[in-house]
């Protein structure tokens, strides 16, 4: 069952939360940390962005994550749009990370071993472009260390790399609904992820998780 499936069932909360939605909507994200602050931020596309969220909740030294739309054409995009097609927006995930704690390096090597980098029509059961996998860098060390990863990934498992390394623009917050939704939806999460096939294809790309 697709991500834009369950989505449905989130809608009276999504009416509820309008307000808090709306404060959300809109915002972008900083092309670098401003001076003094500890914390940077990265941002990638995976796939369904629930699973994105939780896949980096998981690392030690992210401090917040925030699904949302980004690579798009259009200011303060809905989730109908994004997954209608047409404006080009990726869902996506705001990563806020302590660098003295885990590098973007890490992240990136998270990133890779939760998506399937050969797909370049959606992620899993999640079809289209907005469900595509990209990298969206801030900042020329970004870029260098994303192509360098990529190519290294294509290296290690000898195929062509179709996961896109984008310069990031604007990013939008996605509907309160869709925040945290592991956490705040475990059963209707896990039963989404298991039926779209996620796990069973990670692990015949990287094989089995490290401790299972």
């Given at each position: 069952?697709?991500?834009?499936?369950?989505?449905?069932?989130?809608?009276?909360?999504?009416?509820?939360?309008?307000?808090?939605?709306?404060?959300?909507?809109?915002?972008?994200?900083?092309?670098e940390?401003?001076?003094?602050?500890?914390?940077?931020?990265?941002?990638?596309?995976?796939?369904?962005?629930?699973?994105?969220?939780?896949?980096?909740?998981?690392?030690a030294?992210?401090?917040?994550?925030?699904?949302?739309?980004?690579?798009?054409?259009?200011?303060?995009?809905?989730?109908?749009?994004?997954?209608?097609?047409?404006?080009?927006?990726?869902?996506?995930?705001?990563?806020?990370?302590?660098?003295?704690?885990?590098?973007y390096?890490?992240?990136?090597?998270?990133?890779?071993?939760?998506?399937?980098?050969?797909?370049?029509?959606?992620?899993?059961?999640?079809?289209?472009?907005?469900?595509?996998?990209?990298?969206?860098?801030?900042?020329?060390?970004?870029?260098?260390?994303?192509?360098?990863?990529?190519?290294?990934?294509?290296?290690?498992?000898?195929?062509?790399?179709?996961?896109?390394?984008?310069?990031?623009?604007?990013?939008?917050?996605?509907?309160?609904?869709?925040?945290?939704?592991?956490?705040?939806?475990?059963?209707?999460?896990?039963?989404?992820?298991?039926?779209?096939?996620?796990?069973?294809?990670?692990?015949?790309?990287?094989?089995?998780?490290?401790?299972?």
């Open positions: 069952m697709p991500c834009k499936t369950l989505t449905v069932l989130g809608a009276a909360l999504a009416a509820a939360l309008g307000v808090a939605a709306a404060l959300l909507s809109g915002a972008a994200v900083a092309q940390p401003l001076a003094g602050q500890e914390l940077r931020s990265a941002v990638f596309a995976g796939g369904c962005f629930w699973c994105v969220e939780e896949a980096f909740d998981k690392v030294g992210v401090n917040d994550t925030t699904s949302g739309y980004t690579g798009g054409t259009i200011a303060n995009p809905t989730y109908e749009e994004v997954s209608a097609g047409g404006t080009a927006h990726a869902e996506a995930v705001l990563v806020h990370y302590d660098p003295v704690k885990v590098s390096e890490t992240l990136l090597d998270v990133f890779w071993r939760n998506i399937d980098p050969f797909d370049g029509g959606g992620q899993f059961c999640d079809r289209g472009g907005s469900y595509r996998s990209a990298i969206f860098y801030s900042g020329e060390k970004q870029h260098v260390a994303a192509e360098k990863s990529k190519a290294a990934v294509g290296a290690r498992l000898g195929k062509h790399v179709v996961t896109e390394i984008e310069r990031l623009g604007p990013f939008y917050p996605a509907e309160m609904y869709h925040q945290n939704f592991h956490q705040e939806s475990p059963l209707r999460y896990k039963f989404y992820k298991w039926n779209c096939g996620r796990a069973q294809r990670l692990e015949e790309i990287w094989g089995k998780p490290k401790g299972s």
